[in-house]
């Protein structure tokens, strides 16, 4: 039987935010430590984000079956040699990780570079393992490509960069601090 069927970003998508939005309300009409004020808002940005990263790299799910399933094996589907084919395409992933690593540090001081971007590098090799499995569950044509986690780690890194020198601006620290659970650190 052949067959080829889409499934919606939305249809995923928005109910996981909805759930997500109810939450939020439940936990700072309980009055839960982080769920009032400038964290409020960190989590909702945060969980913005995480929904968009998510949009980019792993929806619209295409469902292949039949014929119309991509024949390749699905080894062809991974790009192990870094930086062979590095060029400008790379930017959008550092653009795409920047946000992550300068929202991490703003939940906990223990943040540190280091784990911030350990943290990156285990999300774009959890959205690279989630293609490849599309790949040979769904059949679907996503590549997976070690110049994708190169570049959303050092998208993560240049955020948290970011976000260091955000800090150290007077007038952008107040609205930080304000954000934040996490203590200042210069």
């Known amino acids: 039987?052949?067959?080829?069927?889409?499934?919606?970003?939305?249809?995923?998508?928005?109910?996981?935010l909805a759930v997500f939005a109810l939450l939020a309300l439940a936990r700072r009409r309980g009055g839960a430590p982080?769920?009032?004020?400038?964290?409020l808002v960190l989590r909702v940005l945060t969980a913005l984000y995480a929904a968009a990263a998510v949009a980019i790299t792993i929806f619209p799910l295409w469902v292949y079956g039949g014929e119309y399933r991509n024949a390749m094996p699905w080894t062809n589907q991974i790009q192990p040699i870094p930086l062979l084919t590095a060029d400008v395409s790379m930017l959008p992933n550092v653009i795409m990780f920047l946000p992550l690593g300068f929202l991490l540090p703003l939940f906990s001081d223990r943040f540190t570079r280091g784990r911030t971007v350990a943290v990156c590098a285990l999300a774009s090799l959890g959205i690279e393992l989630t293609q490849l499995l599309q790949y040979i569950a769904l059949g679907n044509g996503r590549a997976v490509d070690i110049n994708d986690l190169i570049a959303n780690?050092?998208?993560?890194?240049?955020?948290?960069?970011?976000?260091?020198?955000?800090?150290?601006a007077a007038a952008l620290r107040g609205v930080l601090d304000r954000l934040s659970a996490a203590p200042t650190t210069v």
């Open 34 to 39: 982080g769920w009032r004020g400038g964290p």
């Open 1 to 16: 039987m052949n067959f080829q069927t889409q499934i919606p970003t939305a249809a995923v998508l928005g109910p996981a």
């Open 153 to 168: 780690t050092l998208g993560g890194l240049l955020g948290y960069a970011v976000l260091r020198a955000a800090r150290r």
